[in-house]
């Protein structure tokens, strides 16, 4: 198939950016989207052209390093994949494609489509963590059972991969389900519970520094969501909230 | 030759690490203090010692070339983490699961490290748990197993498909908090681009601001390279993109030896490549080889009809399929090692019974666990004379729960559903085994040079078995590394800082400057990828999943050649002091240039068959074996270990032999 690109290009944090057109041809609806993106590149640098830079890594969903926002959505039109992982058979001979970075003024641009999710690092380090020493003088794995159901809960909040589409979705730019799922991954187990309460204020304090918004129930995250985090986390993390500071 | 000292301790192998452990030198929390060390790398083996290492008191500085340490690569491990727990009472232990890497390894591992890491290895389970890591749990509460390739008990620990990702973000956990204290000053997209030494030690590397494109110096008592394996080197492997060898091959041009880079992992359970424009395959994780049966048409007609598109492979009838590693494997069955399991994909494959239009994919057939699943639940809840429909749907339910993601991410690539149609899978590069060569104490040839998980050589021989990966590098980082680094650092308390204002720092800089600089104004006709697959293809026709004395020669001569021409041809777009994803790749590429000719001399010196390395020169003539790989323990029991002079070609073999005290060599058998 052949396409109609729209991109973002912008040198750097300082330049100002502006949208590109760029034709691609003889697209095979098998390639994933940023397969069709190499294609491109390697056009460009064919003609001595700047290739056009964009977040990558492990292409197969998990790393998060990638990033896109296609067609006004993050990662694209398809449910429950990252970009790496949509495919061009998601789109038609003839279309024409946008493709911006994730916008958020706690995700400022680096390049083109690369931002800075440093952001969400920082979050982390307040309080994304037990205290526990690795040194290995743990007591046995299985002293402490923990029930299936809780396990589960707490799997599915951990499943998040810090991309950042949960803040590129949202019209107030929150990250409140990506906290809310680290919230809500130690919250429901019980090595996790002994620091809840100052866990939750760190890094809700943390979250409001760095510049993200507050959730007003939308939901978009949840749909653009790649790992399907559900917002039952969000609920969580402000019950957490509440709880932790009713005890101050 | 020279003779490498692995610095084996003496003594009983079962006390061997303890002993060790108790008369090791060790820092007081004072000196730690003042003590730096730099980690390359933070995946599971460095993300863990650099975490472990802070905790301990040291100042820690870590180096990625991700936007944050929780990206590394380990993050796309799928099926599980072994561990000699016994939980399922079925007759593990530390021995067995020492026995089972060993022999797994084709015997061509060193003892006393895989003791150790058997040994270790219960102990990441309590730490990880500790950590939060949210593994799989039963009804009871208590910790789920699951079973690998190669083994005969249920040892591995997992967390759904994503257990690399929960374990990395456990040790990703872990580095926040020593962020949070300030022991851990994390440099992410950052790339080393070299090792600099003073008076022979390594004190310090040059990096490159990935963003700002500024080279910097950092100075350390000691350096820890943790960068992965080199499967890139084959372009198309199930690395991620940015996976490279630079951190490893440039302390190997500064004096670290590179031991068995022949020996690579073909992983039998991959997504097989649809077009040339591939930039990368998929896998699907070994767990899938517990339920899922492998297989071919028996007869060539119905391959043909297949391709046609004339029938489909669920209108084959049982007694029409061949379920060939059933068939030669009785005893493993489909979870033989994955060396085996590959070659047998490629033999039938070869033979003309691949299942795609490119005549390169076996299936992988789930109907069986999800009718067995289904009939189970049918029991356990009490519903008689359920239907074949209703059957299904309990059955589908099961297999969903333990391996949905796979098979959504299946679905997702192929657009096929695979509860309905069985997957199509084929062989692809996937993991590492040789690499730095590295002593009992992971230090390489290079003092105060250490390197640890998939970078180094050390735990697996010449195959590693499924769910091993994720234990080494987590037994290298929280329980090996810290201990056996202290050691050396102990005699450095009265070092002081160390000063990046040296001839030493001033002349790696100046090589790193001229190298970028090279690049960037060298505007030839052709692109880094142009360079990559073109390398990629040689290795995989040449260095794959069979090899000969003949093509490996070529491969040699073939790299040598496309070497020079990128030299002269390779384009570099952009400049030097911003970000500049193709100049990135041209370095990294660089260095693949030269690991892959290294690579192919190492296959062509080895004339046996072990593990993943097949000669096809070696291989048993007659008997129940015949057709197997033929291992020669009396002329090539030992590792290799390069040293660099100059062109790849050049290196100068040193040879570590290889004491088996406590396991008996025998055939690697399966049957």
Same mark, same amino acid.
């Given at each position: 198939m052949?396409?109609?690109l729209k991109?973002w290009?912008?040198?750097?944090a300082q ?6 057109d ?12 940023l ?9 460009l640098?064919?003609?001595g ?15 998060g ?5 296609i ?20 789109f ?18 680096i390049?083109d ?28 794995a ?8 809780a396990?589960d ?25 990506f906290?809310g799922a680290?919230v809500?991954?130690y ?31 939308t ?8 790992k ?6 969000i609920?969580r ?12 | ?30 000196n730690?203090?003042n ?9 599971l083996a460095?993300g863990?010692?650099s ?6 008191g ?11 340490p ?6 796309a491990?799928?099926?599980?983490i ?6 399922q009472?079925d007759g593990?232990?530390t021995?067995?699961?020492f026995?089972?890497?060993v ?11 895989v003791?150790?890491?058997a ?8 730490q ?12 009871g ?11 005969l ?6 967390a759904?498909?994503q ?38 030690k ?14 910097e110096?950092?100075?350390a ?11 890139n ?9 940015g ?15 590179f ?5 690579t992992?073909i ?6 490549r ?18 899922g049966r492998?297989?071919v ?11 046609e ?7 084959l009838?049982?007694d029409e399929r061949?379920?060939?590693l ?20 490629k ?22 666990a999800?009718e ?23 059955g ?32 692809a ?5 040789g ?7 992971l230090?390489?040839?290079?003092e ?8 180094n ?9 499924g ?5 080494q590098g ?12 202290g ?5 450095e308390?009265r ?8 001839p ?8 790193v ?5 090279f690049?960037i ?9 142009y360079?990559?697959k073109?390398?990629g293809?040689?290795?995989?026709? !040449?260095c =794959? ?6 093509? @490996?020669? *070529?491969?040699? &001569? ?5 070497? /020079?021409?990128?030299y ?9 002091n ?6 990135e !790749?041209? =370095? ?6 030269? @690991?892959? *000719?290294?690579? &192919?001399?190492?296959a062509?010196v080895r /004339? ?11 291989v ?21 270990a390069?040293?660099?002079k ?26």
């Amino acid at each position: 198939m052949n396409l109609t690109l729209k991109i973002w290009r912008q040198p750097n944090a300082q330049t100002k950016g502006k949208m590109v057109d760029y034709k691609v041809t003889e697209i095979s609806e098998h390639m994933s989207f940023l397969e069709m993106m190499d294609v491109l590149n390697e056009q460009l640098i064919n003609k001595g052209e700047e290739p056009v830079a964009f977040d990558h890594d492990c292409r197969e969903g998990i790393c998060g390093m990638c990033s896109m926002f296609i067609n006004g959505e993050a990662h694209g039109p398809d449910r429950g994949v990252t970009t790496c992982q949509l495919h061009m058979r998601m789109f038609k001979d003839g279309d024409t494609i946008t493709i911006e970075p994730f916008r958020a003024k706690a995700f400022p641009v680096i390049k083109d489509l690369v931002v800075d999710r440093s952001s969400f690092d920082r979050i982390q380090h307040a309080g994304g963590y037990i205290s526990v020493n690795t040194s290995g003088n743990t007591q046995d794995a299985n002293a402490i059972p923990i029930s299936k159901h809780a396990a589960d809960e707490a799997m599915d909040a951990a499943t998040c991969i810090g991309c950042g589409a949960c803040v590129a979705s949202c019209k107030n730019a929150s990250a409140m389900l990506f906290v809310g799922a680290k919230v809500s991954q130690y919250a429901l187990l019980p090595q996790g519970r002994i620091e809840a309460v100052d866990r939750v204020k760190n890094m809700v304090a943390q979250m409001d520094l760095e510049g993200f918004g507050n959730c007003s129930n939308t939901g978009a995250c949840e749909i653009e969501c790649p790992k399907g985090i559900s917002l039952e986390n969000i609920a969580r993390m402000n019950r957490e909230y509440l709880m932790a500071n009713v005890k101050d | 030759m020279s003779v490498l000292d692995s610095k084996v301790p003496k003594g009983p192998l079962k006390t061997k690490w303890t002993d060790y452990k108790n008369k090791i030198n060790l820092v007081n929390p004072a000196n730690k203090r003042n003590i730096d060390v730099i980690v390359v790398g933070t995946g599971l083996a460095g993300g863990s010692a650099s975490a472990t290492l802070a905790e301990l008191g040291y100042n820690v500085k870590t180096f990625c070339y991700q936007d944050s340490p929780r990206r590394a690569h380990s993050i796309a491990a799928q099926g599980g983490i072994n561990a000699a727990k016994n939980y399922q009472g079925d007759g593990d232990s530390t021995y067995r699961l020492f026995y089972d890497t060993v022999k797994g390894g084709d015997y061509r591992s060193r003892e006393a490290n895989v003791y150790r890491l058997a040994e270790v290895s219960a102990n990441i389970i309590d730490q990880c748990v500790a950590q939060g890591v949210p593994f799989a749990r039963d009804y009871g509460g208590l910790l789920d197993n699951r079973s690998f390739g190669g083994v005969l008990v249920s040892r591995t620990f997992y967390a759904k498909g994503q257990t690399g990702q929960q374990l990395l973000l456990g040790a990703y956990s872990a580095m926040n908090r020593q962020i949070a204290r300030g022991k851990i000053t994390p440099f992410n997209r950052h790339e080393m681009l070299d090792v600099v030494k003073v008076d022979g030690k390594a004190r310090g590397i040059i990096a490159r601001n990935l963003v700002t494109g500024e080279i910097e110096r950092h100075s350390a008592h000691a350096v820890v390279i943790a960068s992965g394996g080199y499967g890139n080197v084959y372009f198309l492997s199930t690395n991620a993109m940015g996976s490279n060898a630079t951190a490893a091959w440039k302390i190997h041009k500064k004096g670290a030896f590179f031991a068995n880079p022949c020996y690579t992992q073909i992983h039998p359970t991959c997504i097989p490549r649809s077009g040339d424009y591939q930039s990368k395959l998929t896998l699907m994780s070994e767990s899938l080889r517990n339920d899922g049966r492998i297989w071919v048409p028996k007869s060539l007609d119905d391959v043909k009809a297949i391709r046609e598109g004339k029938k489909k492979p669920t209108d084959l009838s049982e007694d029409e399929r061949d379920y060939y590693l059933e068939r030669r494997y009785p005893a493993f069955g489909n979870l033989v090692p994955r060396d085996v399991a590959s070659r047998a994909a490629k033999e039938r494959c070869d033979a003309g019974y691949g299942v795609n239009a490119t005549g390169e994919a076996v299936y992988l057939d789930f109907a069986s666990a999800i009718e067995r699943y289904g009939k189970e639940q049918a029991k356990i809840h009490n519903i008689t004379n359920a239907s074949a429909e209703k059957i299904y749907e309990l059955g589908a339910a099961i297999v969903k729960a333990k391996y949905g993601n796979l098979f959504q991410m299946y679905e997702k690539i192929v657009d096929q559903d695979p509860y309905k149609t069985p997957m199509m899978i084929y062989p692809a590069v996937h993991y590492t085994m040789g690499g730095v060569w590295v002593d009992y104490n992971l230090m390489t040839t290079v003092e105060g040079l250490y390197c640890i998980g998939e970078a180094n050589f050390s735990d697996h021989g010449a195959n590693r078995l499924g769910a091993s990966a994720l234990m080494q590098g987590l037994a290298d980082g929280y329980f090996v590394l810290p201990y056996t680094i202290g050691d050396y650092l102990s005699h450095e308390i009265r070092t002081g800082k160390i000063s990046t204002d040296s001839p030493e720092f001033d002349a790696a800089e100046k090589e790193v400057k001229e190298k970028i600089n090279f690049f960037i104004n060298n505007k030839g006709s052709h692109s880094v990828d142009y360079y990559h697959k073109k390398l990629g293809k040689i290795m995989w026709d !040449k260095c =794959g999943m069979s090899r000969n004395a003949e093509g @490996l020669k *070529e491969a040699m &001569a073939e790299i040598k050649a496309l070497r /020079e021409d990128f030299y002269k041809n390779v384009s570099v777009p952009g400049n030097a002091n911003e970000l500049n994803a193709e100049l990135e !790749k041209a =370095g990294r590429v660089a260095d693949f240039l030269e @690991l892959g *000719e290294l690579f &192919a001399k190492d296959a062509l010196v080895r /004339e046996e068959s072990c593990g993943g390395h097949f000669r096809e020169e070696s291989v048993e003539i007659g008997g129940e074996q015949a057709g197997e790989a033929k291992r020669n323990d009396v002329d090539f029991a030992f590792v290799s270990a390069w040293e660099y002079k100059g062109e790849p070609a050049d290196a100068v073999l040193h040879k570590e032999q290889l004491e088996f005290n406590e396991i008996e060599l025998k055939q690697r058998s399966y049957k």
